[in-house]
């Protein structure tokens, strides 16, 4: 599956902003899907996953209660609506799937990347 994500931008803090991430091929529905995030200098780190029917979802402890994640496997298309952005959650975005069934967390579980989209939020 071929992944395109979009979405990104300058946005104050407080801020909201919905990334979305476009997958090619009629078998996205199957996939497990993430966002993972890099701040400059940093390593590339788990923000999200939700399986592949949308029932099931996790998150990393710092964007519970601002980020949700969703999909809607008719458009082929995973979302990531981010509320009450904070300088932290400055980074380029990256959606990923996998085609391990789970709430899977790390980075080298997944497959497949889109080629992330800049978020920058500030103070």
């Known amino acids: 599956v071929q992944l395109q994500a979009s979405g990104g931008g300058l946005v104050q803090a407080g801020g909201s902003l919905r990334l979305s991430c476009a997958g090619s091929?009629?078998?996205?529905?199957?996939?497990?899907m993430g966002w993972f995030r890099q701040a400059p200098g940093k390593a590339r780190e788990f923000v999200a996953t939700?399986?592949?029917?949308?029932?099931?979802?996790y998150y990393t402890d710092s964007v519970k209660g601002r980020f949700t994640i969703a999909r809607d496997n008719a458009k082929n298309t995973l979302y990531l609506q981010m509320n009450n952005l904070k300088s932290g959650d400055t980074a380029v975005y990256y959606c990923a799937a996998s085609g391990v069934v789970g709430l899977l967390r790390k980075k080298d579980e997944y497959v497949y990347w889109g080629q992330g989209t800049q978020v920058t939020v500030s103070s």
């Open positions: 091929g009629r078998t996205f529905s199957a996939y497990t």
């Open positions: 939700i399986s592949w029917s949308g029932s099931t979802t």
